[in-house]
Structure formats: C-alpha cells, structure tokens
C-alpha cells in the first residue's frame, strides 16, 4: 500500500495542470511486473540516477526525499526490484518486479 500511495502521490506532483497515470500489470515469466506510467513533466537524467537515493529531493516544497528511497526499500525487501524510464517533458514509468514464487 506504502508504495502504491509514495508512486501516485509522485506522479500527481509531477502532473500539476492535471494528466494521466495509468497502472499496468502483467506476467513475465516467474515475476509480476507493475507500472505506474503519468504523462508529467519528467525527469533529467541526473534526477533519475539520484531518485533512489535517501534525501534527495527535485523541485518539491513538501518532499523529505525518500518516498522513492522507501519504494525501493520495501521492494527489495519483497526480493523485488524498480526501476525508472523517464524523459523531461513526456512522463515517467517507474516498473516494479516482484518473484511469484
């Protein structure tokens, strides 16, 4: 639930005259892979590197910096992995991996 709300509570941050998020899920071979894709304004390539990262924050008034560090955490706690593609102004897709097994 933690990081369900952390990626859609990002993605409207990062779509402030409104957009689109769209979640996908599907199957790949033994993971379950979920995407959370918005049509905001993107991210730099530095901002991407440095997303994960504890404290780091871009931009926001309100972040502390570690909704994302929290994602990926709670991930690899579920022996999972996540991943960013994102380009300045055409949106991000943050992909989650997860063992089904």
């Known amino acids: 639930m933690r990081v369900f709300q952390n990626l859609a509570g990002n993605a409207a941050d990062a779509m402030p005259s409104g957009g689109m998020l769209t979640i996908r899920t599907r199957r790949c071979d033994d993971k379950l892979v979920i995407e959370f894709a918005d049509t905001g304004t993107g991210m730099t390539e530095e901002v991407r590197l440095k997303a994960f990262e504890p404290f780091y ?7 502390t910096g570690l909704g994302l560090a929290i994602v990926k955490k709670i991930l ?26």
């Open 57 to 63: 924050t871009s931009g926001k008034k309100h972040g």
């Open 76 to 101: 690899e706690e579920h022996n999972g992995t996540v991943a960013i593609e994102s380009a300045v102004g055409k949106g991000t897709t943050v992909r989650m991996m997860l063992p089904l097994s």
